[in-house]
């Protein structure tokens, strides 16, 4: 799935009560996180709930390299939260990650009205979390 057409299925939806059972549907697609991957050194932190992202850099057709994740959640909306950040992020150059501003499309999404503080913050987190992943994978490449 790409983010347009998370976007053109966001659009169809009206009622926040449907978008957050397609946010919960959208985590129920995240490929599954092998148990020892829920490893401290993958949890990130400043999230109400229980979120791991695990990281692997693989390199692109050029010798580029490319991060991919596996993210997991012990709460369901939060795993569909990840899976739109793994369908902004994963498998893309740092610079490309770098490049995408999450939280702007989760405001367009109307999330920022529509999250408790807790879990902008903790989205926010997640979104630094992979942000510095790229900015590591950057510097390792130069």
Known sequence: MTIDEIRDNFALLEDWDDRYRYVIELGRTLAPMPEAEHSQANKVQGCASQVWLSRKIDRGHAGEPTL?????SDAHIVRGLIAILLTLYS??????I???DAISVFDEFGFREHL????????????ERIRADAREALAAAN
């Open 68 to 72: 991919n994740y596996l993210g997991d």
């Open 91 to 96: 498998g893309h150059t740092p610079q490309q």
């Open 98 to 100: 770098l490049a995408t």
């Open 116 to 127: 408790t503080p807790q879990r902008s913050n903790g989205l926010r987190s997640m979104v």
